[in-house]
Structure formats: C-alpha cells, structure tokens
C-alpha cells in the first residue's frame, strides 16, 4: 500500500489563500446586459466578487481537509508510525477548526448578498465588498497557524514508506552505529541512505528493495533500515527508536539483527546482547520470524571479539554472518540467503 499520506501536498499559508480568492474574486465578471442601470450592475458585480471569492476559499479548505486520511480509517502501521510522527489528537483538533470556518463563510457570502440587494447608490456596493473582504481576511488569517501546523506535519508524514503487503519485508534492526544502514544501502537499491560515523544518523524508517529474478517473473525483496535502538525500557525510548519497534512489530516478515563486536560503534556487546535478546523474545512471535545474525565490521573485529560475542549468543559456526557492509565482504551469502528464501515455489 502506498503511503496513504502522499496525497497530503503543500497546504497554503492564509496569504496565499486570500491572495488567490480575492485575485479570482476581482477577475470574475457577472452577466449584467450593457443597458442596465449602473445600480444594478454595481449590485450583480460586487455580489459575484464576493461569492467567487468565498467559494475558491471554501473550495481550497475542503481540498486540504480531504488530502489528510482518515487516520483511525489507516492500517495499523500507518496509523501507530503517524501517531509516533505527529500528535494525531492535534491534527484532528486543527482539521476541525478550519473545518468550522466554512459555515461562517457562507454566512458572509448570504449576508453580504443580501445587504448588495438593498443598496441605494453604485459606491456601496464597492464598500460593502471591501467590508466583506476584510471580514474574510481576518477569518483566514485567524487560521494561520492552523495551516502552518498541517504543512509542517505533512512533511513527516510524507516521509513515511509505502509498504507492499503482498511482498516480504526484512527489518534490519540493531543498536545505533553499528552498520544497519550499510547493509541496506549495500544489498538494496536504495542508495540514498545516509551512512555516518556517529549514532542516530538514521531517524526514521528506509526502504529498500533487493530484486529477485526467477524463472518467469521478478519479485522484490523489500528490506527497511530503521533507527538505531537502546537497550532500555520501552517507556524510556524516544519517537526514533519506536518507529524501529514498530517496523519490528507489525511489517517484519524476517529480522536481521545486525552486532558490532568491536568497540567502534561506541556502544558495549552487553548491551546489544541485552537487545537482541529483547527482540527475539518480543517480536520473532514464537519462532515464526526468524532472525538472521550479522555481525558487522569483520575487518575491525579481532578473533577474540568475535569469539566472545559467538558464546555469549551461544551461537555455531554457521549461524551468523561475518561481512564487512562497506566493501559488500561476504554480503554475497546473505543476498543469496535472502534469494533462495523468497524465490519459493517458483
Ligand atoms: N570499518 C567498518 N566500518 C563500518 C562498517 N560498516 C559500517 N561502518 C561504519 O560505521 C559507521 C556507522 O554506519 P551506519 O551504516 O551509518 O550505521 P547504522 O547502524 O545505520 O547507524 P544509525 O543509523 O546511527 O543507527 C559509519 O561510519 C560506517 O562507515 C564495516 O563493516 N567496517
Ligand atoms: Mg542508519
């Protein structure tokens, strides 16, 4: 499923909706015959300026409130990872406040229609539609905040991942700096991952795709970087490490748990045991996904590293995959893994 918030695109500041609704509003040209009185044609003109006004307006507001799903209507994981993203509370209280500009709109409009029917001379006509467009003004300006809150959520929310549920999902987990994103970026064809020295480069989930051809047709693997996780109690964890819990929990049809064992990611063995631990026991559901081991860095790594992260995960010789992701170093037999796992009954 795409990501259902990619309809959700840039939403007007309230300049740039009075700029356009007044800008149509003047354009607009009413059918009045020439050898009309100039008191009815003043009346036609000034009442169709402040309609096509209002209604561009109410237009737009009605075009934004639809971009924005329905976020209790959304699969589990759009809707958990959109709450982590963004306080749902507050978006639907904003949506409801623009949404109740709209009938006070249209009160304006019948109202300013009505006194334009009741004018005496051509020039109040002109000022009532000034009038009716002050009132307006300060209506939608009132909504600025509003509007800027949506268009700076929308750009969390757009960056979200579309998932396919029809195709596998590997969720490549870990503690922070250990080499999750450059597995991915190496295996995947997502090379815009970012790969940095320090921990916490990654802040939200990446998704990458690993094609696999078989006999008749290709498939795609789809393989999701996620932020970097502490070993620390859940309720302690921030809105960077819960989206990989996340992606862990509901979209995880396998896991790569990927170990640094040397001391270069600033983080202790311990603690990645700790959370490798937390994970196979909280989200493998009893066995049924499996978790591929890598330990990452192996031209870092000395034999006694190795050896003491191998005992204490109690782990065989072939259990594991020692690779190096920067120079793609054994990758080959984790590709070709994955491959001879999903190419299935071909
Ligand atoms: N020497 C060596 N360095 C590596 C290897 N894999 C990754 N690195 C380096 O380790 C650092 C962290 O790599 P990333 O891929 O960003 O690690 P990450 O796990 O995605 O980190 P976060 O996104 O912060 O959680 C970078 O400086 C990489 O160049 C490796 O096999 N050998
Ligand atoms: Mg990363």
């Not at 737009?60 to 749902?88: C, G, H, Q, T």
């Not at 202790?268 to 490798?276: A, K, T």
């Not at 590293?305 to 204490?312: A, C, G, N, T």
């Amino acid at each position: 499923m795409k990501n259902p918030f990619n309809k959700f695109y840039h939403v007007p500041n309230s300049k740039e909706f009075l700029d356009i609704a007044f800008k149509r509003g003047m354009k607009s040209s009413a059918q009045v015959s020439q050898n009309a009185p100039i008191l009815i044609k003043a009346k036609k003109k000034e009442s169709k300026r402040i309609k096509v006004a209002i209604e561009e307006i109410i237009d737009r507001i009605l075009k934004v409130i639809k971009m924005v799903p329905i976020i209790d209507d959304l699969p589990d994981f759009y809707r958990e990872l959109a709450s982590i993203l963004v306080n749902i509370d507050e978006l639907k209280l904003t949506l409801g406040k623009i949404n109740g500009i709209l009938p006070v709109l249209r009160k304006i409009k019948r109202e300013y229609i009505k006194k334009l029917n009741r004018i005496e001379a051509p020039k109040e006509g002109d000022q009532l539609r000034r009038a009716a467009f002050g009132r307006i003004s300060s209506i939608i300006n009132k909504q600025n905040k509003n509007l800027e809150y949506l268009n700076k959520i929308r750009g969390r929310l757009r960056e979200i991942p579309s998932i396919d549920y029809t195709m596998p999902c590997v969720v490549v987990a870990g503690y922070p700096n250990v080499g999750k994103s450059s597995i991915v970026k190496n295996i995947s064809t997502n090379k815009k991952i970012e790969v940095k020295e320090y921990p916490f480069t990654t802040k939200k989930l990446y998704m990458g795709h690993l094609e696999i051809e078989r006999r008749f047709d290709k498939i795609k693997i789809q393989c999701l970087d996620t932020p970097g996780i502490l070993d620390r109690p859940m309720g302690k964890r921030n809105n960077i490490e819960l989206q990989a819990i996340l992606a862990l929990r509901l979209i995880s049809d396998l896991i790569i748990f990927v170990f640094d064992p040397t001391i270069s990611s600033g983080y202790s063995v311990e603690s990645q045991i700790e959370l490798y631990n937390e994970i196979r026991y909280n989200f493998s559901k009893e066995g049924q996904i499996e978790i591929l081991i890598i330990f990452n860095k192996m031209d870092l790594a000395r034999d006694s590293e190795i050896q003491y992260l191998r005992e204490k995960v109690n782990l065989k010789e072939n259990e594991y995959y020692l690779i190096n992701a920067l120079t793609g170093e054994n990758l080959d037999k984790l590709i070709s893994d994955l491959k001879e796992r999903y190419r299935g009954n071909e």
